[in-house]
């Protein structure tokens, strides 16, 4: 039996269009949700101030501090061996068995669950380098984390770049590393970008990893070798101790609104980036 | 060697000898024999896929990028073996450099693109930059074009300004040898026409190598013409003796449009 067009031309609009307003409803009910309930919550005070009597009352500055070092910790590390990997593999090597198992390794990274980084963490930055619970623990854990993120997406994004730009700098008398720095890198940077932000939003949402290795102390950090508490094991530590689920909510506000504005931020600042060339 | 002692008094600036390239198991250029003189616009013509590209390439050593490359011969600039193991591949591509067929601006300013070789040993003077901008953008006959907009991004350029932008770019680097591969194949007849324009003005100074799909151009601005079947050199000789009497059988069949 044959579907005549103009059916089978209803039916794919109808069915694609269901499952596009399925993912967005979905979106928008999980963000919707967290906002409408902690969104009450949130004040100048909830924002700055210490928690008191373990999170019931006061406020979650810091977590806050917890959420800003530790990714940024990460990041330090982890971009620029993340992208000197990148570059290495696919500007310095040929391809061959080994750069495959490299990658291979790097996609099987990838995918483990972030628990096992942080028990390895634990066992590895924790006990054996006597560097306890502290920020450098669990940003170095977060940076092996999303380390394979930052070399597949560079990666990418490097072999993204047309060969000709490679072919007319190297005609122009450019060794390969000054034709990586000022015709490669430059036009790779919006992928490498990308890459960078969803390893931002990864070590800004991530809880067992850091539970492990920052572990959770609600004082303020004054060094990097001090633990400390990020928003969002705060947030599992309120909801799972029952010890107060509208902090909880308010918490998890600013961890979404957080992220959003990241991503907002990296987003326009590309854009800024991309028109000054085209 | 010098099957011709053409025009008496020049000298030549490469001197290619029993040259074969290899990509791999293939063979694309087999026993190329050939003296490009100074100051001469030298076509290479051919059908497609005859070792034209393959051979300007070998010129300034832009098939080494290329993992399977392999090479048998002498190419000789001003005597010395640029194949020679302690022979610098980025110090000869400054000295002998490239337009493509295809114009590929950079993605940066207009300026950038042509002080993008110059800057890259050292940062001369701005005054200098800026001098050297505006005579080379002269001599590809684009400054007047550009001059106002030398800030804005060079993709905002046309086609045929994009190539005469890549052409400014080599002069930029005041190179002895210019390669060009096509540069004038995707354009319009009043671009191209600038682009020889320059080109011939350009003879005084530089030794041309032009490879071109376009049997008409390589006689308006060529001295001598090469020409180019499966790999080897069939013909050398004089625009209008390759034009008018070839030696060559094949030669002949190919000017007249008989294949190819």
Known sequence: ?278 | MSAEPAEGTKVPKICIRNLKVFFGNVQSLNNITLDIMRQEILSIIGPAGSGKTTFLRTLNRLNDLSPSFRSEGQVLLDGEDIYHPSYDPVALRKRVSMVFALPVALPMSIYDNVVYGPTLSGAPKKAKLDELVEKSLKAAFLWDEVKDRLKTSALRLSGGQQQRLCLARVLALEPEVILLDEPCSGLDPISTAKIEEALVALKQDYTIVLVTNNSKQAARISDRVAFFLMGELVECGSAIQIFTVPKDTRTADFVTGRFG
């Open chain 1, 1 to 278: 039996m044959r579907i005549p067009p103009r059916v089978a031309q209803t039916v794919a609009r109808v069915v694609l269009g269901a499952a596009t307003f399925f993912t967005v409803a979905v979106l928008i009910f999980i963000i919707g949700h967290v906002l409408v309930k902690g969104i009450p919550v949130l004040s100048f005070r909830f924002l700055f101030s210490n928690p008191e009597d373990m999170g019931r009352a006061g406020g979650i500055f810091p977590t806050l501090v917890g959420s800003v070092l530790l990714p940024a910790v990460a990041l330090v590390f982890a971009v620029p061996l993340g992208i000197g990997t990148a570059v290495f593999l696919t500007e310095y090597t040929r391809e061959s068995k080994i750069t495959a198992a490299i990658r291979f390794g790097a996609d099987c990274l990838a995918g483990i669950p972030s628990i096992i980084f942080g028990l390895f963490g634990f066992i590895f930055f924790v006990t054996v380098l006597r560097m306890g619970w502290c920020i450098l623990s669990g940003g170095l854990t977060l940076a092996m984390m999303v380390l394979p993120t930052i070399i597949r997406t560079t990666e990418e994004a490097i072999r993204a770049v047309p060969y000709a730009y490679r072919e007319v700098s190297f005609s122009l008398g450019a060794t390969r590393w000054r034709t990586v720095w000022r015709v490669v890198l430059p036009n790779a940077l919006p992928g490498i970008v990308t890459g960078i932000i969803l390893s931002l939003g990864r070590s800004i949402g991530e809880t067992a990893a850091v539970i492990f290795t920052a572990g959770s102390s609600l004082r303020m950090p004054s060094s990097l070798f001090d633990s400390v508490r990020t928003m969002s094991v705060h947030f599992y530590i309120l909801a799972r101790e029952g010890i107060s689920s509208e902090n909880a909510y308010g918490t998890a506000a600013v961890l979404v609104l957080a992220v959003l504005m990241v991503n907002g931020i990296s987003y326009w600042l590309m854009h800024q980036f991309m028109k000054r060339f085209s």
